[in-house]
């Protein structure tokens, strides 16, 4: 069963279209404002989302904006306003198709079933996709060698990304750094894992929100590091 989000601060909107969704076989959630959209957006896993451009907190054009760096998930724009610059805009940022209130349920629908159904050939044609691991808002793209905080890229060496991908791989495991450094650098450690504690830090930089109460990469004093999940 196909999942979709929709966000739209029109309660009375987003319940008949869920409504709708659900009656053609859909599973639908909803949230009612831009902060909450795109946190379940980026963090969770929709097969296609319904976005309103006006939307308290952060508007509809910056989730498209944000969840089309990360994610290939079909994003059907709904907006009050009929200038063409809007449209434009939004199927600028990565929008799929754009839809203008009012309009009626069963078009809403048949354009979700044509885009899922587009998407689902465009992935089952051969077309792989890439290798990500997603934990709370980190996405590190195994493919492409790439790493994202809440949408936002940042910029890894090649050894830091390496830690944090073999880190991430092993959740709630505890490894030593002796065990990082050889499993890493690919060598036995020889007065050397100090480097460990380095790419540690700057990663915890890069990822962390407060490097001083890490949420993804634990100390465990005396013994190692562990990812928490």
Request: contains cysteine; proline residues 3%; aromatic residues 8%.
């Amino acid at each position: 069963m196909s999942k979709i989000l929709i966000i739209e601060d029109e309660e009375s909107i987003a319940e008949l279209e869920k409504d709708y969704l659900e009656l053609s076989g859909f599973s639908v959630e909803i949230e009612n404002n831009g902060d909450g959209g795109l946190t379940r957006a980026l963090e969770e896993k929709f097969d296609l989302l319904i976005l309103d451009l006006m939307l308290p907190g952060v508007d509809g054009f910056e989730i498209c904006k944000r969840v089309r760096k990360v994610k290939n998930t079909p994003i059907l724009m709904v907006s009050a306003k009929k200038e063409d610059i809007d449209k434009i805009r939004g199927l600028g940022l990565g929008a799929d198709d754009y839809i203008t209130k009012p309009f009626s349920p069963s078009e809403l629908v048949a354009r979700v079933k044509a885009h899922l159904a587009r998407y689902e050939r465009l992935i089952g044609s051969g077309i792989q996709e890439n290798e990500i691991i997603e934990i709370r808002g980190l996405k590190i793209d195994k493919t492409a060698r790439r790493v994202y905080i809440n949408g936002e890229e940042k910029t890894f060496t090649t050894k830091e990304f390496d830690l944090l991908t073999f880190l991430a791989q092993n959740p709630n495991h505890v490894f030593t750094k002796e065990e990082l450094f050889s499993r890493i650098w690919d060598m036995e450690s020889v007065g050397d894992i100090a480097t460990v504690t380095v790419h540690i830090k700057k990663i915890r930089e890069k990822i962390e929100f407060n490097t001083s109460k890490p949420q993804y990469i634990e100390t465990i004093w005396g013994v190692g590091y562990r990812f928490k999940v």
